[in-house]
């Protein structure tokens, strides 16, 4: 189980039993308001009203975790996108390199021959 949940539990217990233990009626001034009131509702509605800003404040987080997760998330698949890009490219130099050699090889052949055939042309 979650810590948060377990610690909400205990708190929930504690206000309750505060709540029981203080029942009285009392006087409550709000504002030009002035009125009677049991102290367990008054100490149950501030309770709840904290849950209820605390659950806020929590979804705000999540929101804006959710972002990051979908930013970082789009900006991973532009980096597989683009290493996906450049393991082609290098593929496609390593076949250029390839090529290159395989020239390289035939004009040091043909080299090798003409070299050849001016040394006999000169021999005559």
């Known amino acids: 189980m ?15 039993l505060f709540g029981i233990q203080n029942a009285a009626i009392i006087s409550v001034n709000f ?6 009131i049991s102290l367990a509702l008054i100490i149950f509605v501030s309770a709840i009203i904290g849950a209820i800003v605390v659950t806020l404040f ?3 987080k999540e929101l804006k975790l959710s972002r990051g997760n979908t930013r970082l998330t789009k900006k991973f698949e532009n980096h597989e996108k683009e290493t996906l890009s450049l393991k082609m490219e290098n593929e496609n ?26 040394r006999r042309l000169n021999n005559i």
């Open 2 to 16: 979650r810590i948060g949940f377990i610690i909400s539990l205990v708190f929930a217990i504690i206000v309750t």
């Open 58 to 60: 929590g979804f705000k």
């Open 93 to 118: 130099f390593k076949s250029k390199i390839e090529a290159l050699q395989t020239e390289i090889q035939a004009l040091e052949i043909k080299n090798k021959t003409l070299n050849d055939e001016i």
């Open 31 to 36: 504002f030009i308001a002035k009125f009677q």
